[in-house]
């Protein structure tokens, strides 16, 4: 680009209020999610506020980073940028040692090698100085 | 307040174009509104109330202003494909309250025309929870198959059982003039179709086409006045779905909330239906939709789809029109599922009819199986 920046290999995420702390976190290669003191729920995505009771006394959680992969799909088709050149690829469901599940990427292997109930841990892409994403990688 | 029998389906009709591209989104709305009401035997001037979705946020205003009209009911629920299934029941609710009396629900598209990739692009990385999807490449496509391959690790179904559904849709479009695909096909040739996201293969998918088509609502009283067989509306029920703050079952649809409470609001079970119009976005759609509903058990939707069952002529025919596989599929179909029901209970489907079909069910299911997605039920009789 004219400016010399890199452009971003995929979607930016928007931070936003609620969301800050997590992607702050992202940032420094940490993955958390939120449990509420109030009824010990833990939650995924990140919001700012517990959403079985509203509390809003609830703390962040520092994940092990290692889970399972509870679904997945290669996608062979994305005509969008960023993806487009991207495929195949894999995207799925992954449930943290935490108990929730977050969308991701299982990166690092064939796609064709991942299957469900694989253990997986958790890598960080940098998508802009400011901005990484989570990722899953085989368990080492 | 019940509002089963005190509404009907009085007009319907379906845009026979699958391409038209010489053609306006409006002008289609405006086509399928004019055959609407002629199949009713009512005029524009009749319409008080006005229900329409995927013309944007304000869109239904300009529709009332292109159309000329100005109802004194305006509702552009939102909740994708299954919207005018959402429509019909609140159409047949504002009947109910004296809201309006003839409701006049619309929609037309130019998704195919306009080259939208709505199966197989991306999706936003804004707003929350989007901001937690975007980045990882999450397609139409893919979303529903993270939903096929639990089913098939949880419960063994096979692509073999899922290629079963397209290939008795493909069946039954054969059998209607206006589907889009009407050479019939086999399970080997849904097997060795493309695979666009694993397990779904090209021919698991639904098509994009042009299209769209209109729905006439009025009251019992004066639908007995009019030129058709009135079809009523027993009973109607929402619902959504979405991941639950991380812990959702993903082979569960909102079917499971909404089916069984429009059955007990219509005091009718599984077994009482002579077909029913699932959507079938793919066919992972129907299997999961199909158990969601109670006409098989959670995990069984694999087996049941065999062996001729959800054919013509079998236990539960469903998508006698060739469905969004094989008929048509304008991004939005909720509204052939009703278009569709309506004409087979009044025995108007020729080659592909239902015999003696009295009781049909429907539901639509509105953006994915794998984030999050609405379902409307409803119970549709003679
Ligand atoms: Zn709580």
């Known amino acids: 680009m004219a400016d010399g920046k890199k452009k971003p290999n995929r979607p930016v995420p928007r931070v936003d209020e609620e969301s800050r702390p997590f992607w702050e976190a992202c940032a420094r290669h940490e993955l958390y999610v939120q449990k509420c003191r109030a009824c010990g729920t833990v939650f995924y995505y990140p919001r700012a506020f517990c959403p079985e009771n509203l509390s809003q006394d609830f703390e962040w959680l520092r994940c092990s980073g290692k889970g399972t992969v509870y679904t997945f799909t290669i996608t062979r088709q994305n005509q969008s940028s960023g993806f487009r050149n991207k495929v195949p690829y894999v995207m799925a469901y992954v449930e943290l040692e935490e108990g929730v599940r977050m969308l991701t990427n299982i990166v690092g292997c064939d796609p064709e090698s991942v299957t469900i109930g694989m253990p997986v841990e958790v890598t960080f892409e940098d998508v802009t100085p400011d901005v990484s994403v989570p990722l899953f990688k085989p368990a080492s | ?382």
């Open chain 2, 1 to 382: 307040m019940s509002i089963s029998r005190k509404a009907a389906l009085a007009g319907v009709y379906e845009h026979p174009l699958r391409w038209a591209p010489h053609k306006t989104q409006y002008q289609i709305m405006a086509e399928s509104a004019r055959g609407a009401l002629d199949d009713a035997g009512l005029s524009i001037k009749d319409v008080n109330g006005l229900f329409t979705s995927g013309v944007g946020g304000m869109g239904i205003i300009a529709l009332a202003e292109h159309l000329n009209l100005n109802p004194d009911f305006l509702d552009s629920n939102s909740i994708g494909g299954s919207s005018f299934v959402s429509h019909t029941a609140h159409a047949a609710a504002a009947i109910a309250a004296g809201y309006c009396d003839v409701a006049l629900i619309l929609y037309g598209s130019k998704w195919s025309s306009d080259r939208f990739a709505v199966g197989t692009g991306g999706g936003g990385s804004g707003d929350p929870p989007e901001q937690f999807e975007g980045c990882y490449g999450p397609t139409t496509v893919g979303d529903y198959a993270l939903a096929a391959q639990r089913h098939m690790y949880e419960f063994g179904t096979t692509s073999e059982q899922l290629a079963e559904i397209a290939v008795t849709t493909r069946k039954h479009a054969s059998l209607n003039p206006h589907a889009k695909f009407r050479d019939l096909i086999s399970v080997d040739d849904v097997l060795a179709s493309r695979e666009v996201s694993s397990p779904l293969h090209l021919l698991d998918c639904c098509m994009i086409s042009d299209g769209g088509g209109a729905l006439v609502v009025t009251s019992a009283e004066r639908a007995r006045d009019l030129r058709k067989k009135p079809v009523y509306l027993l009973s109607a029920a929402e619902s959504c779905a979405h991941t639950s703050a991380g812990v959702r079952d993903i082979t569960d649809a909102a079917a499971k909330q909404s089916g069984p409470k429009a059955m007990a609001r219509a005091g009718v079970s599984q077994s009482d239906f002579d077909m029913a119009m699932i959507y079938d976005s793919f066919t992972i759609t129907v299997c999961i939709t199909l158990e969601s509903l109670g006409f098989c058990q959670k995990g069984e939707g694999g087996s049941y789809v065999q062996n001729g069952r959800i054919g013509l002529g079998g236990e539960l025919p469903i998508n006698t029109d060739g469905g969004g596989l094989s008929s048509n599929h304008p991004g939005m179909r909720g509204i052939f599922l009703v278009i569709e029901a309506v004409k087979q209970l009044r025995g108007e489907c020729g080659e592909r009819q239902v015999k003696d079909c009295a009781l049909a069910f429907c539901h639509g299911t509105g953006g994915t199986l794998g984030l999050r997605h609405s379902g409307a039920s409803l119970v549709l009789g003679v």
